[in-house]
């Protein structure tokens, strides 16, 4: 296959994984319509309610699989073949990767399959989001990118990203169960406060290390290697650095304070906006950024045209780069 064609078998699998999501995300909604009168210890008896739960399991599962062999395509449309994170498109697919990752097989181990609609959704939204506004070229890596420390410090972060968020959902969650009172639907069901506040820790608990190891660790070597310091003060490098300083206060104030619940939530929370903000929102805000997928839009965005000229049998591949103050078609 041609770089061209991988490329357009990586945004066919995005859309695949995309639509299994979505469908997972119906499948989870119609269960949870169907528990609107089921009391928390009662059993399920309504068939299509438990098919519709375990059907949202199975095409989460196959979800991931085609979202895994998009990544792949994606970096094999590179020439050279390279890692699928050059960009906060590729980031960002990847980063979802993760999350959904995380959360089936978090399902198998700690029964959290009642995190499925919340994300389901998420996932979506995020792919949704990176397809429509975030697409790049795929091009091959400038130098400074072009490094195993790269791949470490990336790694590191998208597993860490993957957990925070995760760990997110959960303390959202804690903070609507600690304030419902209801005996039957979806919120019964949801373990109690204490569960949720014990989940979250526990995620937040596996993603601090591992995130502590791509900012501080990775990255600066990473950095140095590029740009010749360890630290250039790059608005990437400081909001990193700002979500560890959250991340390290949740944990300290949960060691040492005895922090639980509620502020522990809401530290979460403020942790993942600052996470996010810094992978996305940053893009926006600022143009002195030394990473490339600091740069939003790009420099370059590579549209992939399938022309159908009869009586070819096979429809032909022009790749066109336009430039980024152009809008994309």
Excluded: C
């Amino acid at each position: 296959m041609t770089d061209a064609q991988w490329e357009v078998f990586s945004y066919q699998g995005v859309i695949a994984a995309a639509v299994l999501y979505f469908l997972a995300m119906l499948a989870y909604f119609f269960e949870l319509a169907g528990l609107r009168s089921v009391a928390k210890d009662e059993e399920v008896t309504d068939q299509r309610t438990a098919m519709a739960g375990r059907l949202a399991l199975v095409l989460s599962v196959f979800g991931v699989v085609v979202h895994l062999v998009a990544l792949v395509a994606r970096g094999l449309a590179a020439d050279p073949n390279r890692v699928p994170w050059g960009n906060m498109y590729e980031f960002t697919i990847s980063g979802t990767f993760v999350v959904a990752l995380i959360f089936v097989l978090s399902t198998f181990r700690l029964d959290i399959e009642w995190l499925g609609p919340l994300v389901s959704t998420f996932v979506v939204a995020a792919l949704m989001a990176a397809f429509l506004g975030l697409d790049d070229a795929v091009l091959p890596l400038p130098d400074a990118l072009n490094s195993p420390w790269l791949v470490i410090h990336v790694v590191s972060a998208v597993i860490s990203t993957g957990a925070f968020t995760i760990g997110a959902l959960l303390s959202v969650l804690y903070l609507v169960k600690a304030r419902s009172s209801a005996t039957t639907g979806y919120l019964a069901r949801v373990p109690e406060p204490k569960v949720l506040d014990r989940l979250s820790y526990r995620m937040h608990a596996f993603g601090f290390p591992v995130w502590t190891f791509a900012v501080l660790i990775t990255g600066p070597i990473w950095a140095h290697q590029a740009w010749g310091a360890y630290w250039n003060w790059d608005p990437k490098e400081v909001w990193a650095f700002i979500t560890w300083v959250v991340y390290a206060a949740y944990l300290h104030a949960r060691a040492t304070a005895g922090w639980r619940g509620r502020n522990a939530a809401i530290l979460a929370l403020v942790g993942v906006s600052t996470l996010w903000f810094n992978f996305i929102g940053i893009n926006f805000f600022s143009s002195s950024s030394q990473h490339s997928y600091a740069e939003g839009a790009g420099a370059e965005r590579s549209v992939v045209l399938r022309v159908a000229a009869a009586p070819v049998e096979s429809p032909q591949e022009v790749r066109v780069v336009v430039g980024a103050d152009h809008p994309r078609r």
